[in-house]
T-cell receptor, first 110, second 116 residues
């Protein structure tokens, strides 16, 4: 079945550091890929998405590129802020069901 | 635009008791989802409704879990009887049309259930 694997956290960075959170997937067919973010005390929010190979999703300074050859969708940001502290979930859908990774907690220190 | 509403936000019960959660999706959203998120894991889909019909309930433990969406709007999820391993956050989400790939799912704040 479909699955998503994320790097384990927590990831602790200083403000303005470069962020990479790795995500790889296994799926039959051609999935759409997503990053969701969960801020403390809040619900999951869609951060960005890509629906086909080589697409780049971007939002709020975050980027991820759909790499079919490496089955990856790594999340990057050039300069993180304290307000980016949250849990990040990589997810895919190849039909009408979202399959999530286990989540990566990011902590940004001032 | 109001978001997905869920209640209660927190619930503590003893094992073998029953519990119910309520969800009101975003107005006009045809598709409603219930997810279970165990601490430290990603959300897992329990059931998906399209209007008032069930699209997918393959991962719902039907011996103890039930869900309904009678008028195609709000929904309830029930657990009876609860087990210790049911301790989790129960998330409700909605989308305009879940049968079309790419429609964004909007999530509620969740109900945190603790079973003692």
């Amino acid at each position: 079945g479909d699955s998503v694997t994320q790097m384990e956290g927590p990831v602790t960075l200083s403000e303005e550091a470069f962020l990479t959170i790795n995500c790889t997937y296994t799926a039959t067919g051609y999935p759409s890929l997503f990053w969701y973010v969960q801020y403390p005390g809040e619900g999951l929010q869609l951060l960005l998405k890509a629906t086909k190979a080589d697409d780049k999703g971007s939002n709020k300074g975050f980027e991820a590129t759909y790499r079919k050859e490496t089955t990856s969708f790594h999340l990057e940001k050039g300069s993180v802020q304290v307000s980016d502290s949250a849990v990040y979930f990589c997810a895919l859908t190849a039909g009408n069901m979202l399959t999530f990774g286990g989540g990566t907690r990011l902590m940004v220190k001032p | 635009e109001a978001g997905v509403a869920q209640s209660p936000r927190y619930k503590i019960i003893e094992k073998r008791q029953s519990v119910a959660f309520w969800c009101n999706p975003i107005s006009g959203h045809a598709t409603l989802y219930w997810y279970q998120q165990i601490l430290g894991q990603g959300p897992k889909l329990l059931i998906q409704f399209q209007n008032n019909g069930v699209v997918d309930d393959s991962q719902l433990p039907k011996d103890r879990f039930s869900a309904e969406r009678l008028k195609g709007v709000d929904s309830t999820l029930k657990i009876q009887p609860a087990k210790l391993e049911d301790s989790a956050v129960y998330l409700c989400a909605s989308s305009l049309d879940g049968l079309e790939v790419g429609y964004e799912q909007f999530f509620g704040p969740g109900t945190r259930l603790t079973v003692l």
